[in-house]
């Protein structure tokens, strides 16, 4: 989108036209030209109009009809009218349908910028609504980064600058810190927040599928594509694109997101079309990136490209004096889903959780207050109990099951293909699982052992 406002100038009259235009263009104002309904509403479709100004008679449309037909493409149009001294009441008429306001002819250039100016600002105080609105029934401005120490504060200042620029931002953080959080905050708080926020995890889809989900594929592109299907660049149009886990997404697949990360433009699978969009992108992970980076496991003119700003968030054992005020919110949520007449948490209480070291972060901490609310038998909790990290390992992992054999003189790789199998089919064919519990990543499971059983 421009910085400035566009307007779309509709008159027959060339001379009323080019007057009006150079009085609209002085003021800092895109403008448009059109002299017939017909170039009007193409107009609409092609560029970014904000307000429109249409003469209410035309050669080929009635001024009313023209300004219903703009509503159809453009709800959040403002429309002023041009009429003559004979058309009060019809223009009256338009404003009952939605027309901001009219100006007489012959057109007088300040009575002109004040009616555009007042529709603007009409204009951006119903945006600025809508958008507080969503923010208080989605939860996901910056009230939901909840904490006021000085780490967190100057994330949400970070988010302040950023927010309302293009830029691209890199979000690090570990697991659990609210990565996801941050990115809804950017998109609400930006002048994207009325297109989509897409989001999508470079680490839960097999790098075969992955590039399907980004850029789409035309039907036929591959066997199981039965139908055309846009990817999630063409669904982010407009809006933003968050990429998860960006540092597991392949060197091929990097080289790929790159060009359309420097002009826009990319093709969906077994397609011919060039595809233009418009996507602020956000990328977020956990990982090392200097390190992926040494390791060549990871583009450095990419990492340059998406890494135009940085959000860094704290560990919660960072930043251990927002820890009262985290429990307690997670604590009243809890209880209310729970119907359990809970308030408080003991002092000792709380003294467990400040001296907690936190490994799961945030997330870890809400999944705690959740537990004791579940176990508590009064209106408070006394005490908390936590799980070591090798007990949470124990709980995702699968019952054991038989011994694998293997003969003396197998390949690793033959040994290594055994094994997953093995661990596949004690997961009751769950890959993810069994790649958690081999600790290799998703991808190298699929990329790998692909034809391991369903």
């Known amino acids: 989108m421009p910085i400035e406002p566009t307007i779309l100038l509709v008159d027959d009259d060339e001379r009323l036209r080019r007057a009006a235009g150079k009085v609209l263009a002085a003021a800092g104002y895109r403008v448009v030209n059109a002299s017939s309904g017909r170039e009007a509403l193409a107009a609409l479709r092609e560029h970014p109009v904000a307000l429109a100004i249409f003469d209410l008679r035309l050669p080929d449309v009635d001024g009313i009809a023209l300004l219903q037909q703009a509503r159809q493409l453009r709800p959040d149009i403002e429309v002023v009218m041009i009429t003559g001294h004979g058309s009060v009441e019809k ?78 931002v890199l979000i690090q ?24 926020l897409v989001k999508i995890s470079c680490a839960a889809i097999p790098e075969t599928l992955l590039e399907s989900e980004l850029f789409g594929h035309e039907r036929g592109a591959f066997t199981d594509a039965a139908a055309a299907k846009p990817g999630k660049f063409e669904l982010a149009d407009g809006g933003t694109l968050l990429l998860d886990e960006i540092a597991e997404m392949s060197p091929s697949l990097q080289a790929k997101l790159l060009r359309v990360l420097q002009d826009g433009r990319f093709q969906r699978l077994g397609g011919t079309k060039e595809l233009q969009v418009d996507v602020r992108l956000l990328a977020a992970t956990h990982a090392d990136i200097p390190q992926a980076l040494a390791e060549g496991k990871f583009r450095s003119d990419l990492y340059y490209r998406i890494n135009t700003l940085q959000i860094s968030l704290p560990a919660l054992r ?137």
């Open 318 to 454: 960072d930043r251990r004096e927002d820890i009262p005020l985290l429990a307690g919110h997670f604590l009243s949520r809890s209880a209310a889903a729970m119907s359990k007449p809970i308030r408080t948490i003991g002092p000792r209480a709380l003294d467990q959780l400040l001296a907690h070291s936190w490994p799961g972060n945030v997330r870890e901490l809400e999944h705690v207050i959740q537990r004791a609310v579940v176990l508590a038998p009064g209106d408070a909790i006394t005490s908390f109990t936590f799980a070591p990290a090798t007990a949470i390992a124990a709980e995702r992992a699968p019952p054991i099951g038989p011994h694998l054999s293997l003969p003396i003189g197998s390949t690793m790789d033959e040994a290594t293909k055994r094994l997953v199998q093995a661990t596949v089919e004690q997961c009751g064919g769950n890959k993810l699982k069994a790649a958690q519990i081999l600790g290799i990543p998703p991808r190298t499971m699929y990329r790998h052992f692909a034809d391991l059983k369903p």
């Open 173 to 196: 953080g570990e697991s659990g810190t609210g990565k996801e959080l941050v990115a809804d905050a950017l998109h609400s708080l930006s002048g994207r927040s009325d297109g989509p």
């Open 91 to 168: 223009a009256v008429e338009a404003m009952r349908l939605g027309a901001y306001d009219f100006v007489e002819k012959p057109v007088d250039s300040t009575a002109l910028l004040k009616v555009v100016g007042k529709a603007l600002e009409r204009q951006k105080l119903s945006r600025d609504n809508k958008r507080l609105r969503r923010e208080l029934d989605q939860g996901r401005g910056l009230e939901a980064l909840m904490g006021d120490s000085p780490s967190m504060q100057a994330v949400k200042v970070l988010i302040r600058q950023a927010a309302p620029t293009d830029v691209n």
